[in-house]
């Protein structure tokens, strides 16, 4: 027999503490790491829903588990659709589409004189603005 690996002993761990068993409740460890026993059909079943929901520690009625198998099956027929697709010339890259940096000209124009934007401060010294210390640091 060989150890468990971590997630092994998370799961049972989880099933513990739900005071179940994943094997009485259809769902050993080898069938949860293959998708909950589903290896060629990406669907979830209402049985799938109502075991994810006690791990998730989801109280669900059984409208509920009906309209959330439709959903999830529908979210993981879709990825298994994106699964499929043939990648194998595409280039990695960050984006889908080029981006252009969209920044206009820098152009220099002639800005306030010293003296005048000085005057207009609360505080100047040196020919600087004056600010309170922030740091508490001497100079």
Same mark, same amino acid.
């Given at each position: 027999m060989s150890t468990p690996s971590?997630?092994?002993? =998370?799961?049972?761990?989880?099933?513990a503490?739900? +005071?179940r068993?994943d094997?009485a409740?259809g /769902? %050993? &460890?080898?069938?949860t790491a293959? +998708?909950l +026993?589903?290896e060629?059909v990406? %669907?979830l %079943?209402?049985?799938?829903? =109502?075991?994810?929901a006690?791990l998730?520690? /989801?109280?669900?009625?059984d @409208?509920?588990l009906?309209h959330?198998?439709g959903?999830l099956s529908a979210? /993981?027929?879709?990825?298994?659709?994106?699964g499929?697709a043939?990648? +194998?010339?595409? !280039?990695?890259?960050t984006?889908a589409? !080029?981006?252009?940096n969209?920044?206009? $000209?820098d152009?220099?124009i002639?800005?306030? !004189? &010293?003296d005048?934007?000085l =005057?207009?401060?609360p505080?100047? $010294?040196?020919?600087?603005?004056?600010? !309170?210390q922030?740091l508490g $640091?001497? @100079?």
């Amino acid at each position: 027999m060989s150890t468990p690996s971590p997630q092994e002993t =998370a799961e049972s761990q989880a099933s513990a503490a739900l +005071g179940r068993d994943d094997t009485a409740a259809g /769902l %050993g &460890r080898d069938d949860t790491a293959a +998708g909950l +026993g589903r290896e060629d059909v990406a %669907g979830l %079943g209402r049985e799938d829903v =109502a075991q994810l929901a006690r791990l998730a520690r /989801l109280a669900l009625t059984d @409208e509920e588990l009906d309209h959330f198998a439709g959903q999830l099956s529908a979210v /993981l027929d879709a990825v298994a659709e994106v699964g499929k697709a043939d990648v +194998g010339d595409v !280039p990695p890259m960050t984006h889908a589409v !080029p981006l252009t940096n969209v920044t206009r $000209e820098d152009v220099v124009i002639p800005s306030l !004189p &010293r003296d005048v934007v000085l =005057a207009q401060a609360p505080a100047a $010294e040196d020919d600087r603005f004056r600010v !309170p210390q922030i740091l508490g $640091e001497e @100079e």
